[in-house]
């Protein structure tokens, strides 16, 4: 299934360029090895080269300002993975300030999941979300933007809320609530798109809940009939 959200979308880019990264400098190392096993191999005959390790003989640096260089731009490489990193970490470890967001209660249990809505609706083994309604009026009441903040918690043992397509997993522990958001811009239903990532018993396997993603206007008439 695509990626269902802005921060997932984000979270794919920043994985694609971890995975460039390790390819280029992977194919690099490589290359060089084999360039060096071919150049420098020992030949039948052929005496040590001037640069070959003697003992008690302090050995040849080589190239001072190659190696500096070469330093610098895996230095520089290694800083602009981890820049990236803790940027995107900070911005999807802290929802929005959004008055329209809509908080949802995320209750684990074994073994299932409990989703409380503000109109203290509760469903269970289902989790009914709005798409990004761009026409939403801020501040306005039953008007809901998109943004969905869940508090997370368990009602027994550990549990590990995850949702993959939105590259969320939260630790679900109890007596503790752990905060994640989403923004949906596909709706459809997806089967046990949710799942426990953390061994949590016998029906630790089983303990799965079906994401559906309503229109703004079918998620508000679902809300308030309470069916």
């Known amino acids: 299934m695509p990626a269902l959200a802005p921060s997932a979308e984000q979270w794919q880019s920043l ?12 194919g690099a190392v490589f290359v060089m090895f084999f360039y060096f096993l071919a150049k420098y191999r020992k030949k039948p005959g052929a005496q040590d080269p ?16 190659l190696a500096a260089i070469l330093t610098a731009l895996l230095i520089s490489l290694f800083f602009g993975l981890t820049l990236n990193t803790f940027a ?9 300030n959004d008055p329209n967001a809509l908080y949802v209660d995320v209750i684990g249990f ?5 989703f409380v809505y503000p109109n203290a ?28 903040i869940l508090n997370i918690t368990s009602a027994d043992v550990f549990h590990s809320f995850g949702i993959p397509d939105f590259k969320i997993k939260r630790d679900a522990i109890p007596g503790r609530v752990n905060q994640a958001w989403f923004v949906a811009e596909q709706s459809g239903i997806f089967p046990e798109a949710i799942r426990c990532y953390e061994l949590c018993g016998t029906g630790h396997a089983l303990m799965m ?6 229109s703004p206007d079918s998620f508000h008439d679902w809300y308030l009939s309470g069916v």
Request: proline share 8%.
């Open 15 to 26: 994985f694609t360029l971890y995975i460039i990264a390790a390819v280029i400098v992977a």
């Open 50 to 65: 001037k640069d070959a390790p003697r003992v008690g003989v302090m050995a040849d640096r080589g190239n001072p300002a």
């Open 88 to 96: 995107l970490n900070a911005y999807l470890q802290n929802p929005p």
């Open 110 to 114: 074994q073994w299932g999941w409990r």
């Open 121 to 148: 609706r509760e469903l269970i083994g289902e989790f009914r979300v709005p798409e990004i309604n761009r026409t939403c009026t801020p501040g306005v009441r039953g008007c809901w933007s998109g943004t969905v």
């Open 209 to 214: 809940a079906d994401l559906i993603i309503q």
